[in-house]
Structure formats: C-alpha cells, structure tokens
C-alpha cells in the first residue's frame, strides 16, 4: 500500500470507530459501543505502525528515551540550595520594585502639587 493510503485508511477507520461508538444503540448496552472503539483505534495504531510514519515516530521516541538516560539529574542538595536562592531573588527583586514605585508615586505628587 501507498503511504498516504495507509495513513488515510489508519485516520478512517478510527473516525470510523468513534463513530460507531457514537451510532450504536444503547439498547444494545455499553460492551459493544466501547468494544467496536478500541478495536478500531487498536487496528488504526497496527496500520500506521507499519507505515513509514509510524516506523520513523518510533525511532524518535527511541532516540529520545536514550537522550533522557544521558541526562544527569540534580541532587536533593542541589535542587535546594536553587529554590532557596531563586526565592531569595524574587523577594529582593520585589521590595526593589516597591521600592521604585513609592519614590516614582512621591515623584508623581510632588509634580502634579498633590502634597507628599
């Protein structure tokens, strides 16, 4: 099969699955509507695994998950000693900003003759 068809088909028939889920009677129970779902979307996932998109999907989750187990992960101490210092500069950052804005609202009064 073309690639493209092979997508397209894999895309129908899982449209085609949650239509059914959706179509199907409820006279007929909730076993049959669920089970017509997954079978589609299990079918779908089998072709567009053996496509070449889903064979190059594959090799990226691949490479991905051997780039995560390259990454060295910080330690507790580390992660701490971070937290505290990024808190510490958030607080600083903040009384200077406060500070800025009383002087520029005292610098505002004064100009427009509003008393201090």
Do not use: C, H, N
């Not at 889920?21 to 669920?34: A, V």
């Not at 079978?39 to 064979?55: D, K, N, P, T, W």
């Not at 500069?89 to 500070?99: K, M, N, P, S």
Request: hydrophobic share 60%; proline share 3%.
């Amino acid at each position: 099969m073309s690639e493209k068809v092979k997508l397209y088909f894999a895309a129908g028939l899982a449209a085609l699955g949650v239509f059914a889920y959706f179509l199907i009677p409820p006279r007929f129970g909730t076993y049959y509507p669920g089970a017509a779902l997954v079978l589609a979307l299990i079918i779908a996932g089998a072709i567009f695994a053996v496509s070449e998109s889903g064979r190059g999907l594959w090799i990226f989750f691949r490479e991905a998950y051997m780039e995560l187990l390259k990454v060295v992960w910080p330690s507790r101490q580390d992660v701490l000693r971070s937290t505290a210092t990024i808190i510490a500069l958030v607080i600083v950052i903040a009384l200077f900003l406060w500070l800025v804005d009383f002087a520029l609202l005292g610098v505002v009064r004064l100009v427009l003759g509003g008393g201090a």
